[in-house]
């Protein structure tokens, strides 16, 4: 209450206690009829303040949630009519203990407070480092350009379209090119061990192939060459020259001139050979180097890899990569292709740049090398954006699809038919003569099955190779053939593929075959 002075009432202790009691009961009645008006029926749980029983006796519990906007005032005005001097002297005895407390502990033992402030800032360290890695958005890896430089010298390139992967350098774009990786690669340098010492490597390889080649070039050329295929040849030039005669029509002389001459031609193509087997090997280096410099390896479904090993003796086999996700730059590629009897043959890429929704080729012989019965294929992208492995099985699904769109222009045409007949001199044998056109095929077998009703029988032939608008001759043996067949079933077949090349054929309407 706010009274003046002149008008002072002097109040003995049990006045203040009736006089705080009769206070809050007013107090408490009034904020029920407020509740009880605004339909109030929240349900809050409270703290419970006690005072120091001496001098003042405990006051009651107050529920400090009642206190709203309307109402807020009530407090200040019980504390007015409470003594402040005796709870401030009980107030400051207590922190006055808790301090001389404190002071004890961190002279008892003065390196506790050390020990909680180093690991509390330890805990602020690991949650840092966790929220870091957290963070979806992380700053990208750094790729050195003199790193780019030698990885577009040692990785073979990938390209937008087939068109462009099947592209060959003449001689003269040849030059440029070894020239150009000449000038590059003599002129960088790295801090990084790991670079230099690619670049060390690739930089000396570099420099004994181009001395390969232009000893190569310098050494004259035998006669014919491009056609010699071994030493000595034929067999006849080995025994005319064993006989002290001179070899088809050339004195021994010349002779042994020309074989000196090709065996130093061909000691420079089985030194270059091997200086290509060790530029390989130091291509095999690049993804170790590259891995420093990328994103954290990953798998997903982003990336589309296909493979095709085509039956055939002239086509490349080709690999194609599609990018799902999002662009890369500066991406390193380890490809390896695991053959039948586990024959491994690893492949590096470099991308310089690899648009989003596109694909990248690559055909052997020109981009790549590879195996024979190819299984599967383990492909690794390193780029500092993103990283993953992709495993790829060409199994007999993928290789049906690919030989069934290969295989589509293949034709088999009966040329001639003959069946056994007996002869002036000698009798002669039933066969059929078959053309087949479309493709150079390899390893593939002609199944050629004889029929009349329910009589058959059945011959094949095997073929590592068979050439388009070629023929073949199918001869099934008088005494396997007891019957004269009016249609005959020509099929070729492919050892790892359950696609099938058929004709069939009235034996009416083949052409008499003449020899």
Same mark, same amino acid.
């Given at each position: ?9 002097? *109040? ?18 009034? %904020?029920?009829? =407020? ?23 405990? /006051? ?5 949630? =009642?206190? $709203? ?7 200040? @005005? ?27 502990? *961190? ?70 090119? *070894? ?19 690619? +670049?060390?490597?690739?930089?000396? $390889?570099?420099?004994?192939?181009? %001395? ?128 039948? #009897? ?20 690559? *055909? ?16 690794? +992208? ?31 045409? /009966? ?27 390899? $390893? ?7 029929? %009349? ?8 032939? #095997? ?5 388009? $608008?070629?023929?073949? +001759? ?31 054929? @009235? ?9």
């Amino acid at each position: 209450m706010n009274l003046q002075k002149e008008n002072e009432i002097n *109040l003995d202790k049990d006045d203040v206690i009736r006089i705080s009691e009769e206070y809050i009961a007013t107090a408490d009645a009034n %904020n029920t009829a =407020q509740n009880h008006q605004n339909n109030t029926t929240d349900k809050i749980t409270v703290n419970v303040w006690e005072l120091p029983s001496e001098p003042i006796p405990p /006051a009651p519990n107050i529920d400090y949630t =009642q206190f $709203n906007n309307n109402n807020r005032s009530i407090l200040p @005005d019980i504390m007015r009519n409470i003594p402040i001097l005796p709870l401030a002297i009980i107030g400051g005895s207590i922190v006055a203990v808790l301090f001389f407390v404190a002071v004890f502990a *961190l002279v008892a033992n003065p390196d506790r407070n050390k020990i909680a402030i180093d690991n509390s800032s330890e805990t602020n360290i690991q949650t840092d480092n966790s929220s870091k890695e957290k963070k979806p958005a992380q700053k990208l890896k750094e790729f050195p350009s003199e790193l780019r430089v030698v990885a577009k010298y040692l990785g073979d390139g990938l390209h937008t379209s087939y068109e462009a992967a099947a592209k060959q350098m003449n001689a003269e774009d040849l030059m440029v090119y *070894l020239h150009t990786w000449d000038i590059e690669l003599h002129k960088i340098s790295s801090k990084n061990p790991d670079i230099n010492y690619l +670049i060390s490597e690739a930089t000396k $390889n570099f420099d004994e192939m181009k %001395n390969i080649k232009e000893v190569y070039d310098s050494l004259p050329k035998p006669d014919g060459w491009g056609q010699l295929k071994v030493f000595g040849t034929s067999f006849l030039d080995g025994f005319l020259l064993g006989s002290g005669l001179p070899p088809t029509g050339k004195s021994i002389s010349t002779y042994t001139q020309e074989r000196d001459k090709e065996i130093a031609v061909q000691n420079t193509v089985e030194a270059m050979s091997k200086a290509l087997e060790k530029h390989y090997g130091i291509c095999r280096l690049l993804p170790k180097v590259a891995q420093n410099f990328s994103a954290k390896v990953t798998k997903n479904n982003r990336f589309t890899v296909d493979f095709f090993e085509p039956p055939s003796t002239t086509v490349s086999d080709s690999l194609t990569i599609y990018n799902g996700g999002q662009d890369l730059h500066n991406c390193t590629l380890e490809v390896k292709i695991i053959g039948e #009897d586990a024959n491994v043959v690893t492949n590096v890429f470099f991308v310089e740049e690899w648009k989003r929704n596109t694909w990248l080729y690559a *055909l052997s012989n020109i981009s790549f090398i590879t195996t024979t019965k190819v299984e599967r294929l383990e492909v690794t +992208i390193l780029s500092p954006e993103y990283s993953t492995t992709i495993e790829y099985n060409y199994n007999q699904k993928e290789r049906d699809k690919d030989y069934a769109a290969f295989l589509k222009d293949v034709r088999l045409i /009966a040329v001639g038919y003959r069946f056994r007949k007996e002869g002036v001199f000698k009798d002669w044998e039933t066969l059929i003569q078959l053309c087949m056109t479309g493709a150079n095929l390899a $390893n593939c077998k002609l199944v050629v099955t004889f029929k %009349n009703g329910n009589q058959n029988y059945s011959c094949a032939v #095997d073929y590592t190779s068979w050439d388009h $608008n070629t023929n073949a +001759i199918v001869k099934p043996g008088n005494n396997n053939l007891t019957f004269k067949p009016n249609k005959i079933i020509a099929e070729i077949r492919f050892p790892r593929s359950s696609i099938v090349v058929q004709e069939t054929f @009235d034996v009416q309407n083949i052409p008499e075959y003449h020899w």
